[in-house]
């Protein structure tokens, strides 16, 4: 069992290298929804679970329209979470990818369940976003 001083100072390790993702409480939408926007140096992070749906999709691109305004131009939607995406999550995510290279940004997906990862296969959508196969790997070709 660690000490508290020795998860401390793991933690702050992990916070070192920068690349490392933690497990977090996810924010839960009026609708049940859930997703968490983070932070690594100039990334933004969307991580989203269960449902990505016309009941978050609102939400999610107000942050994009946001971070965008204000020059934010490096966006990773972790989608290790997501059971489910709608026409209304595919089009969030191609018009996002639209907006970000509009300003010369880039837009990686991450962490796709077999199940999504085949749909994107299905729809060709996996020819123009560039996926990766674990949150890492995608912050790392952000950096």
């Not at 920068?18 to 690594?40: A, Y």
């Not at 978050?56 to 979470?81: T, W």
């Amino acid at each position: 069992m660690l000490l508290k001083s020795e998860m401390n100072q793991n933690k702050a390790e992990k916070q070192e290298q920068n690349l490392d993702f933690e497990e977090f409480d996810m924010d839960t939408t009026r609708s049940g929804q859930t997703f968490r926007i983070e932070r690594k140096k100039d990334i933004i992070i969307i991580h989203i679970a269960n449902r990505f749906d016309s009941l978050n999709c609102y939400n999610i691109e107000e942050v994009i329209n946001n971070e965008i305004k204000k020059g934010q131009k490096k966006f990773l939607f972790s989608l290790k979470h997501v059971d489910y995406i709608s026409s209304s999550g595919y089009r969030l995510l191609v018009s996002a990818l639209n907006d970000i290279k509009k300003v010369n940004g880039m837009l990686i997906l991450s962490s796709l369940p077999e199940e999504i990862k085949k749909v994107f296969h299905d729809i060709k959508l996996d020819l123009i976003f560039e996926i990766y196969e674990t949150d890492k790997e995608g912050l790392q070709n952000l950096i």
